[in-house]
């Protein structure tokens, strides 16, 4: 099931530029499976009833900025679902549909395929078997495509990515990270086409030379999972408050929203929204 405006038409333009103003997204919705996801260390287990209200919560927020949101009921079982950037990615004439990692998550791409046949979303792409990459080890920024390098995945999975990525103009990099690290965009986001949000503790800083990095602290490390609203505008989880203020300094403007039943399973709010137009 998924409730949209009827007079919503997303073909053929996506995005236009990954940091641009955030015009369409899908999001998914938790169940109840939400609270048998293991919690990160340190932290207790998710609330059902409470990730259902945050979000509604983000969902409202997305409206109150103008982006026009589909928003999906889950269809499995799996506690990770509403990370629905783990399905696709949009590029400005098409969807790259991923191939996640997680053998319980692999239909996710196949239905959310079928969603974007519904609403006029146009196919870029698809990782293919035995090739495996989650949506959330991907981060566009500028003309470069960030590809996670860590257990997830498999390197077929990236090098057929990257083929798609080159074909539309972006210079792929792939960047190593911590293990304990759930995804990519949960230490990463680009926040203007030179600027990108960073836990350089958990990131190999390397491949962000020639890019401005607003780095933060050691302990708020998944505060630079931003959602990205527009050019240094985001969406972010609003219990790392030190992070809100290193951002702030730089220039960005925060948007801070109770996300705390998906932080405590990895779930940062880039993964919760899968951008489907920018411009």
């Known amino acids: 099931m998924s409730s949209v405006k009827p007079a919503l038409h997303f073909g053929p333009r996506l995005v236009a530029a990954p940091t641009g103003s955030l015009r369409a997204a899908v999001v998914v919705r938790p169940r109840r499976s939400i609270e ?8 207790p287990g998710s609330v059902y009833e409470r990730a259902l209200e945050q979000h509604a919560v983000l969902v409202k927020t997305l409206e109150y900025f103008g982006v026009e949101t589909v928003v999906l009921d889950a269809h499995a079982d799996d506690p990770y679902e509403p990370a629905v950037t ?5 590029f400005e004439d098409g969807a790259v549909m991923m191939r996640p990692t997680a053998m319980s998550r692999r239909g996710e791409s196949d239905r959310l395929e079928a969603e974007f046949e519904r609403i006029d979303v146009p196919l870029a792409g698809h990782i293919a078997g035995p090739g495996l990459l989650d949506g959330s080890d991907v981060v566009l920024v500028g003309s470069t495509a960030f590809v996670g390098a860590s257990a997830r995945g498999n390197a077929l999975g990236r090098t057929g990515f990257a ?7 972006y210079s792929v990099v792939e960047v190593p990270y911590d293990p304990s690290v759930p995804a990519l965009s ?11 949000v960073l836990a350089g503790s958990k990131v190999d800083r390397a491949p962000f030379a020639g890019f401005k990095t607003i780095l933060l602290e050691i302990g708020e ?13 985001v969406i972010a989880d609003r219990r790392y408050r030190t992070a809100f ?35």
């Open 245 to 279: 203020s290193t951002m702030r300094r730089a220039g960005i403007v925060v948007e801070g929203l109770d996300l705390y039943d998906f932080a405590k399973i990895g779930i940062t709010p880039s993964m919760l929204a899968m951008p489907l137009k920018r411009e």
């Open 163 to 169: 083929h798609v990525a080159t074909a539309h103009g």
């Open 186 to 196: 949960c230490v990463l986001a680009g926040v203007a086409p030179d600027t990108v």
């Open 86 to 90: 783990d399905a696709a990615i949009a």
């Open 221 to 233: 490390e998944l505060a630079a999972g931003v959602l990205v609203l527009g050019e240094r505008h």
């Open 36 to 43: 048998s996801a293991k919690p990160l260390p340190g932290e």
